[in-house]
């Protein structure tokens, strides 16, 4: 049971730092000599120290014999640090528990390899389920070199996001949009579509008491009708994407990045492809991406059947009418067999709001929890 106890710690860490490493995965690591805990951390930002060698120099000379909990695969090649395979064998680690194996070919199982190889031993599962939950982006992110995607949605039990006139404010309450700041904290980009801009003009930042990331902001629009007096474009809290069809105007996206912090991104085809405004954001070393709507950006991602988690903050509201706006539109469906099927993964209280998080179908892992 011990075990458990120290590997949960390593995963709290990780958990801690998680959405600030980005495009490496947020790691733990706790260094425990007869039965006491004599060093851990976590990596805190890519390029420096990783979780392991941080542990163990706090640890120092007592590592040796010690055990090692580390929640994914020491790596065992150089990158902007050294392996940190190397740190466990010359600290004289005895044993190492690892959470889960790191699918990155550059580790893959060569960082267990290396550590077998030097006679220390190797346990490979412990709190794997758990750590398969915290790796989900990550583990997208390298297989499938593309980010992870959450959807993010706020509506009434009726399914609403906004009535007749596009009013929206507010459908949930002040502890759920405080919730909503945490999953921007959390993710390294967040997307929306023009029309979001056009009729909100939102900030597209993170507002928590203590302070937190601020995600890339990342604006769909394929005629570049981007004001360039909008807030993501005189804001400069955070870089700013504007992905743009090939047609768009040369004129207007030099006016758009006149502010230092706003880069257009026009892509070779007249129309907006989900899959590649993913690429390249991939290709920037965003890891997480959360959609923030509005309703057409939605279905457009539902379409390419390019999310990953889609988290729903549901208001105790009925608003009705024939004209208020859903949450995604898009073609018409004639077949009830012809929506994409998803399971819950949470459901929880977040103030007076429900708050249901769910994976498409197939992907899950079975941790349905009813809070």
């Given amino acids: 049971m011990l075990n458990e106890n120290y590997m949960e710690l390593a995963l709290s860490l990780a958990r801690a730092v998680a959405g600030q490493t980005s495009p490496n995965p947020p790691v733990g690591a706790v260094v425990v000599k007869n039965g006491q805990v004599i060093g851990m951390g976590a990596h805190l930002k890519a390029g420096e120290a990783h979780a392991e060698q941080i542990a163990l120099q706090m640890a120092g000379d007592e590592a040796r014999g010690a055990d090692l909990y580390v929640t994914l695969e020491p790596c065992a090649h150089t990158g902007k640090t050294p392996p940190c395979v190397d740190a466990v064998i010359a600290y004289g680690i005895k044993q190492v528990w690892i959470a889960t194996k790191d699918p990155n070919p550059l580790v893959a199982g ?83 579509g023009v029309q979001t801009i056009l009729h909100d003009d939102p900030l597209l930042t993170t507002r928590l008491p203590q302070g937190g990331k601020n995600p890339i902001r990342v604006v769909l629009d394929t005629h ?135 994976l498409p179908k197939g992907s899950e892992p079975n941790v349905y929890r009813d809070h």
């Fill in 110 to 192: 060569k960082g267990i390899q290396r550590m077998q190889d030097a006679m220390i031993r190797v346990d490979v599962g412990l709190c794997r389920q758990e750590a398969t939950q915290l790796y989900a982006p990550f583990f997208h992110y390298i297989q499938t070199k593309q980010p992870y995607v959450t959807m993010k949605i706020a509506m009434t039990l009726d399914g609403k996001i906004a009535t007749a006139t596009g009013d929206s404010k507010w459908i949930t309450s002040d502890q759920a949009r405080l919730d909503v700041h945490l999953l921007r904290a959390a993710h390294d980009a967040i997307l929306v």
């Fill in 224 to 358: 570049l009708r981007t004001p360039i007096n909008s807030q993501i474009v005189q804001n400069a809290e955070a870089p700013t994407l504007i992905f743009c069809g090939q047609q768009a105007s040369s004129k207007r996206q030099q006016q758009l990045e006149k502010g230092s912090e706003v880069k257009v991104v026009r892509l070779a085809a007249e129309k907006i492809s989900v899959s590649e405004v993913l690429n390249e954001l991939a290709r920037r070393d965003i890891m997480t991406v959360l959609v923030e709507g509005g309703a057409t950006i939605h279905a457009a991602f539902l379409r390419s059947q390019a999310m990953q988690k889609v988290i729903v903050y549901v208001a105790p509201k009925l608003l009705g009418g024939i004209h208020s706006l859903s949450s995604i539109t898009g073609e018409n469906l004639l077949s009830m067999s012809e929506a994409r099927p998803f399971a819950f993964e949470k459901v929880e209280m977040v103030g007076p709001d429900i708050k249901i998080t769910a």
